[in-house]
T-cell receptor, first 109, second 116 residues
Framework: DAKTTQPTSMDCAEGRAANLPCNHS???????VYWYRQIHSQGPQYIIH???NNETNEMASLIITEDRKSSTLILPHATLRDTAVYYC??????????FGQGTELSVKP | GAGVSQSPSNKVTEKGKDVELRCDPI?????LYWYRQSLGQGLEFLIY????????KSGLPSDRFSAERTGGSVSTLTIQRTQQEDSAVYLC??????????????FGQGTRLTVV
């Protein structure tokens, strides 16, 4: 599975967009990009995933660069409840998700 | 049920005892995954099932750990002769097909295991 690189931590003001970057320069053609988050003491929560095209759902948007070497998760209007660790995971046919250290996002009033 | 269910939610056991942790996946999900998370650490992959077979057991930390899945549904993770370093939250997830085929996995709330 390809490796991902994320900033260790980020801050965001409440009500503003949170843009979380992820580098995955060794991604191969059949690997999906997944985003999960984990709020303290809870199980990880699925956010969104994509292969080549940008994706949007009720939680977030996923922007994948044309060369697929990086992506950005966008939370359009961050709230205090969005404070969590966000994981970017690149998955292949291996059938499992390997979690890295993620980005600790703090949303501040 | 609506989501992945794990039981018990908390388990305290004495060092040397065996424990069984149970996972009920979302109905119809063929893939099932086990992870563990030690205090302040990231998620560590243990094993996953496709149906009743386990194509990847690479994350099981020792031969004291085993898992099985029956009827393509419920899975049990067994830890024999528990040690203090086994203390962690054990998380289970399920997905319709394997995540390698582009489907999302949903996690339970975990079993917090404390070995004293």
């Amino acid at each position: 599975d390809a490796k991902t690189t994320q900033p260790t931590s980020m801050d965001c003001a409440e009500g503003r967009a949170a843009n979380l970057p992820c580098n995955h320069s060794t991604i191969s053609g059949n690997e999906y990009v997944y985003w999960y988050r984990q709020i303290h003491s809870q199980g990880p929560q699925y956010i969104i995933h994509g292969l080549k095209n940008n994706e949007t759902n009720e939680m977030a948007s996923l922007i994948i660069t044309e060369d697929r070497k990086s992506s950005t998760l966008i939370l359009p209007h961050a709230t205090l409840r969005d404070t969590a660790v966000y994981y970017c995971i690149v998955n292949s046919q291996g059938g499992k998700l390997i979690f890295g250290q993620g980005t600790e996002l703090s949303v501040k009033p | 049920g609506a989501g992945v269910s794990q039981s018990p939610s908390n388990k305290v056991t004495e060092k040397g005892k065996d424990v069984e942790l149970r996972c009920d996946p979302i109905s119809g999900h063929t893939a099932l995954y086990w992870y563990r998370q030690s205090l302040g650490q990231g998620l560590e992959f243990l094993i996953y099932f496709q149906g009743n077979s386990a194509p990847d057991k690479s994350g099981l930390p020792s031969d004291r750990f085993s898992a099985e899945r029956t009827g393509g549904s419920v899975s049990t993770l067994t830890i024999q002769r528990t040690q203090q370093e086994d203390s962690a939250v054990y998380l289970c997830a399920s997905s319709l097909i394997t995540v390698g085929q582009g489907t999302e996995a949903f996690f339970g709330q975990g079993t917090r295991l404390t070995v004293v």
